[in-house]
């Protein structure tokens, strides 16, 4: 059985917790199936997609303007799912729950310490709020976090910094309120809004529909649905043809299998998706994100996103690369086994 670290309210002790979701789903991640880590050329398009994102966020670097990351987390709820005891399955408290407390949690990964270097030496906290900060009543934390990247030798050409600066902000949804978290995912995704958020320096980003990915890390709810329509989810709104092109990360159990033929398209860059069932895990968005800032392709984001969750899980990389995917995998373009959504 599989057992994570609960990362506790300071001064309280850290204490073990066996997570009943954790060891239902991440122990049963085969080894790859064959091919499935063979790499494929993407299509021209997809190709072409990837290009013009990073080309957009070239030149946002180049004006100034840093790199985003909105990431929509609705809190492991055992109402929905079975996420274990111990608080673990709690919707209402982000400090004890599975998506956010522990190891492979946002809170525990991205806050987690270094007892060589003190707190983590890649991620710096800048913001520490709750629903209050973004006018949700249904996030209940959130939180920023900061690091710089070393561009590429290809980015510097281009026009951006030596050092990228990177944003992820994590929204915590309450669990119950699964349907608006990724209501908020998708109209982040399909529309254009921008949310300017103030750090604790005073500096203000430009987050949600403006920042350049759009993550949704937490369980899969198109599983519990008949269909969805993403663009009426989006609020009607769809920049697909005309707006700025956006990267989607989606770490939820075969979010490929229910999302891939909907929801990538010229502007909205598939990045990263799943192939099997796993941890709905922070480690996971770390390295697809840190691959991408890296000027990463394709394949090169898809291993950045397997080898966090390798890390975050202590899992070989062997053993969990195939359940991830995205144009460079030859199982991409074949028809999902999962049921499709409209």
Not at 15 to 37: F, I, K, M, N
Not at 113 to 138: E, F, K, M, Q, Y
Not at 302 to 315: F, L, N, P, V
Request: glycine share 12%.
């Amino acid at each position: 059985m599989q057992h994570m670290r609960w990362h506790a309210r300071p001064g309280h002790r850290i204490v073990t917790a066996a997570a009943w979701l954790v060891a239902a789903v991440a122990t049963g991640l085969a080894p790859a199936p064959a091919g499935a880590d063979t790499p494929a050329a993407p299509s021209t398009d997809e190709a072409a997609w990837l290009a013009g994102l990073q080309q957009r966020v070239i030149a946002d670097l180049a004006a100034g303007r840093p790199l985003v990351i909105q990431v929509h987390v609705p809190l492991c709820d055992s109402s929905i799912i079975r996420c274990g005891g111990h608080g673990l399955g709690d919707g209402d408290d982000p400090e004890r729950n599975l998506y956010w407390a522990t190891s492979e949690g946002f809170l525990g990964w991205f806050g987690r310490s270094d007892r060589r270097r003190g707190r983590n030496p890649a991620w710096r906290l800048v913001l520490d709020g709750d629903g209050a900060t973004v006018g949700l009543p249904d996030v209940l934390d959130v939180r920023v976090w900061r690091r710089a990247v070393p561009a590429s030798a290809a980015w510097r050409a281009a026009g951006a910094p030596a050092q990228v600066p990177v944003f992820v902000v994590a929204y915590a949804w309450r669990g119950t309120a699964i349907d608006a978290g990724l209501a908020a995912y998708a109209r982040d995704l399909y529309g254009d809004r921008a949310r300017p958020l103030r750090l604790a320096d005073g500096t203000t980003i430009a987050t949600g529909g403006a920042a350049q990915i759009i993550a949704y890390v937490g369980h899969n709810r198109l599983m519990d649905l008949a269909g969805y329509d993403w663009a009426r989810a989006g609020g009607g709104a769809d920049v697909s043809t005309t707006g700025p092109r956006k990267g989607t990360i989606a770490i939820a159990c075969h979010t490929a299998a229910y999302m891939k033929h909907d929801v990538p398209a010229p502007r909205r860059v598939p990045l990263v998706m799943t192939a099997d069932f796993l941890m709905a895990s922070a480690p996971t968005l770390d390295g697809a994100v840190t691959a991408f800032a890296a000027g990463g392709d394709y394949r090169a984001i898809r291993r950045g996103a397997a080898q966090g969750y390798a890390d975050g899980s202590g899992k070989p990389l062997g053993r969990v690369q195939g359940a991830f995917t995205n144009p460079s995998d030859r199982r991409w373009r074949k028809e999902p086994a999962g049921e499709k959504t409209k």
